[in-house]
């Protein structure tokens, strides 16, 4: 591990390196931590978007992820998973699902309590969280507290939102190229795991309660509420708050705008609910 300078916040924050091994190779993840931390904290594991195929951990700096870490103090951990042009699914999926073993089995030497476990990311990084989930889930080894997949990319199929597209960021066409990047031979009707494309999975008892939002006019509305009403039809804990606009990700590319300050706000009380407690409950904005 190697230590860079702290980060101003709520809490004051330093970053370190972390590697994990990860099927055959060495993966690189950044760890941020409050700097003065003296009881165990929830673990955030938060991974990057990019359609599969773009982003990096360093991403983790513009993200809701280091918004809760900061303020109300948790262990975050965001991995440099393999993109699809480097290999196709299910590298990106082994390579978090390890980050998160990895959490699990070193929680007492990371300052992580194992009882407030999260999991989350943005767009593709929101597909691989609830990918995450049903494999823990499935495997019945670690339990996650709570799923915040935003504005994910959980279907390979065309939704009522994801067809003739022209939202701001993410449409249609490039929809139909990261997702064939990223599912390689497997692309195509009934060839698709559930685990590479979670909106597949039609049993959700068991899951993480979840929280999430996206815009209304975007490729991912139909998939991220269809997402959370099948969750609660199988008596899982889920909201989705629905932003107008048709910009993808707009908490990270317009974080000056209202909604998005209204969106963070809302996430944050979500959060503190599901896994804070007394004092360590805030609602600022």
Same mark, same amino acid.
């Given at each position: 591990?190697?230590?860079?300078?702290?980060?101003?916040?709520?809490?004051?924050?330093?970053?370190? +390196?972390?590697?994990?091994?990860?099927?055959?190779?060495?993966?690189?993840?950044?760890?941020?931590?409050?700097?003065?931390?003296?009881?165990?904290?929830?673990?955030? *594991?938060?991974?990057?978007?990019?359609?599969?195929?773009?982003?990096?951990?360093?991403?983790?700096?513009? #993200?809701?992820?280091?918004?809760?870490?900061?303020?109300?103090?948790?262990?975050?951990?965001?991995?440099?998973?393999?993109?699809?042009? +480097?290999?196709?699914?299910?590298?990106?999926?082994?390579?978090?699902?390890?980050? *998160?073993?990895?959490?699990?089995?070193?929680?007492?030497?990371?300052?992580? !309590?194992?009882?407030?476990?999260?999991?989350?990311?943005?767009?593709?990084?929101?597909?691989?969280?609830?990918?995450?989930? *049903?494999?823990? @889930?499935?495997?019945?080894?670690?339990?996650?507290?709570?799923?915040?997949?935003?504005?994910?990319? *959980?279907?390979?199929?065309?939704?009522?939102?994801?067809?003739?597209?022209?939202?701001?960021?993410?449409?249609?066409?490039?929809?139909?190229?990261?997702?064939?990047?990223?599912?390689?031979?497997?692309?195509?009707?009934?060839?698709?795991?559930?685990?590479?494309?979670?909106?597949?999975?039609? !049993?959700? @008892?068991?899951?993480?309660?979840?929280?999430?939002?996206?815009?209304?006019?975007?490729?991912?509305? @139909?998939?991220?509420?269809?997402?959370?009403?099948?969750?609660?039809?199988?008596?899982?804990?889920?909201?989705? !708050?629905?932003?107008?606009?048709?910009?993808?990700?707009?908490?990270?590319?317009?974080?000056?705008?209202?909604?998005? @300050?209204?969106? +963070?706000?809302?996430?944050?009380?979500?959060?503190?609910?599901?896994?804070?407690?007394?004092?360590?409950? #805030?609602?600022?904005?």
């Amino acid at each position: 591990k190697s230590e860079t300078a702290s980060m101003k916040g709520r809490e004051s924050m330093k970053q370190t +390196k972390l590697t994990v091994a990860a099927h055959g190779r060495n993966m690189r993840c950044l760890v941020l931590k409050p700097s003065h931390a003296g009881k165990p904290l929830p673990g955030i *594991l938060w991974i990057h978007g990019g359609g599969y195929a773009l982003g990096m951990a360093g991403m983790v700096h513009m #993200s809701c992820g280091k918004l809760l870490a900061r303020r109300y103090g948790a262990v975050l951990v965001s991995p440099a998973y393999r993109l699809s042009w +480097k290999a196709p699914y299910p590298a990106a999926l082994q390579d978090c699902y390890a980050a *998160l073993q990895y959490m699990w089995d070193h929680a007492e030497d990371m300052g992580i !309590d194992r009882t407030r476990i999260i999991v989350g990311g943005e767009s593709a990084g929101g597909g691989l969280a609830a990918a995450v989930c *049903l494999l823990a @889930r499935d495997r019945g080894q670690i339990h996650i507290a709570m799923q915040i997949p935003l504005y994910p990319m *959980l279907d390979c199929r065309d939704t009522e939102s994801s067809r003739d597209n022209h939202g701001r960021v993410w449409n249609t066409k490039r929809n139909h190229w990261g997702w064939a990047r990223y599912l390689g031979t497997q692309f195509g009707p009934g060839m698709v795991s559930k685990y590479a494309s979670p909106a597949l999975e039609t !049993d959700c @008892r068991g899951l993480p309660p979840c929280y999430t939002f996206v815009s209304e006019g975007e490729p991912f509305y @139909r998939e991220t509420v269809d997402y959370v009403n099948r969750l609660k039809a199988a008596g899982v804990a889920a909201t989705v !708050d629905v932003w107008p606009g048709n910009v993808h990700a707009f908490d990270m590319l317009c974080p000056w705008l209202k909604r998005s @300050r209204a969106a +963070k706000r809302k996430l944050c009380n979500a959060y503190a609910v599901r896994i804070c407690s007394g004092t360590e409950r #805030s609602t600022e904005s």
